[in-house]
C-alpha cells in the first residue's frame, strides 16, 4: 500500500518561477494537509483540506494556492516562487479529526 | 489556539541511557495528543498517542501519558538505541482544529 506519495522529492527553482508539487494518498482519508518545515521552527500549516472541493488557509497560506478536486488529490501550488519558499514541504492525510496523520516523504525546494 | 512547547534540543545521550523529553500544550477544548517520529531524510510517523486523561501511549518502548492538569504529554523511555537518533515531535489535535498543531521538534543524537 502506497499511502501518501509526494512528487517531486527535489526541486530547485528560480525567483518567479510557478510549480506544482503533487500530493496523493490511496486511504480514503478526507483529511489532507501541507506543512513546510523549516529549521528551528517545526511545521507550520500551509493549506488544509475537509473533503474535496473544501480548502481553507493554516498558518502562512501566503504564496501558496491548493485545491481539491478528489479525495485522493491535493496539490500545492507555488505561483511565483521567492527565496523565502525554500523549505521542506510535508503532505498528509488524516481518517479523521482524532486520528492519526499519515505523511508523505517530503519535497525539498529550493528557490534561487 | 493552539499552541505546543517542546524542550529545546539536541539531546545527547549515551546508548541505554534514559530519556525524557517535555511538552506542555495549551488548547480550547479537550485535545488528542501524539509524538511523531522524524528519522533523517523521511517524513514523520506516529511514535504513540493518548486520547483522553491519564491514558498512556506506548510503543517500542517510548510511553507518554496524558496529564490534563499539568497540560503535558512528556515522553521517556527507559533505555535509547542509537537508532533512536532522530527528531521527535509533539502535536496535540483538538476536537475543534482541522489539522495537528506541531511543536519545534527536540533532536535527539544517541551516541554508542
Known amino acids: 500500500n502506497a499511502g501518501v506519495t509526494q512528487t517531486p522529492k527535489f526541486q530547485v527553482l528560480k525567483t518567479g518561477q510557478s510549480m506544482t508539487l503533487q500530493c496523493a494518498q490511496d486511504m480514503n482519508h478526507e483529511y489532507m494537509s501541507w506543512y513546510r518545515q523549516d529549521p528551528g521552527m517545526g511545521l507550520r500549516l500551509i493549506h488544509y483540506?475537509?473533503?474535496?472541493?473544501?480548502?481553507d488557509q493554516g498558518e502562512v497560506p501566503n504564496g501558496y494556492n491548493v485545491s481539491r478536486s478528489t479525495t485522493e488529490d491535493f496539490p500545492l501550488r507555488l505561483l511565483s516562487a521567492a527565496p523565502s519558499q525554500t523549505s521542506v514541504y510535508f503532505c498528509?492525510?488524516?481518517?479523521?479529526?482524532?486520528?492519526?496523520?499519515?505523511f508523505g516523504q517530503g519535497t525539498r525546494l529550493t528557490v534561487v | 489556539g493552539d499552541s505546543v512547547t517542546q524542550m529545546e534540543g539536541p539531546v545527547t545521550l549515551s546508548e541505554e541511557a534514559f530519556l525524557t523529553i517535555n511538552c506542555t500544550y495549551t488548547a480550547t477544548g479537550y485535545p488528542s495528543l501524539f509524538w511523531y517520529v522524524q528519522y533523517p531524510g523521511e517524513g514523520l510517523q506516529l511514535l504513540l498517542k493518548a486520547t483522553k486523561a491519564d491514558d498512556k501511549g506506548s510503543n517500542k518502548g517510548f510511553e507518554a501519558t496524558y496529564r490534563k492538569e499539568t497540560t503535558s504529554f512528556h515522553l521517556e523511555k527507559g533505555s535509547v538505541q542509537v537508532s533512536d537518533s532522530a527528531v521527535y515531535f509533539c502535536?496535540?489535535?483538538?476536537?475543534?482544529?482541522?489539522?495537528?498543531?506541531f511543536g519545534s521538534g527536540t533532536r535527539l543524537q544517541v551516541q554508542p
Open positions: 483540506s475537509v473533503g474535496a472541493g473544501i480548502t
Open positions: 502535536a496535540p489535535r483538538d476536537t475543534g482544529r482541522r489539522a495537528l498543531t
Open positions: 498528509a492525510s488524516t481518517l479523521g479529526r482524532n486520528t492519526e496523520a499519515f
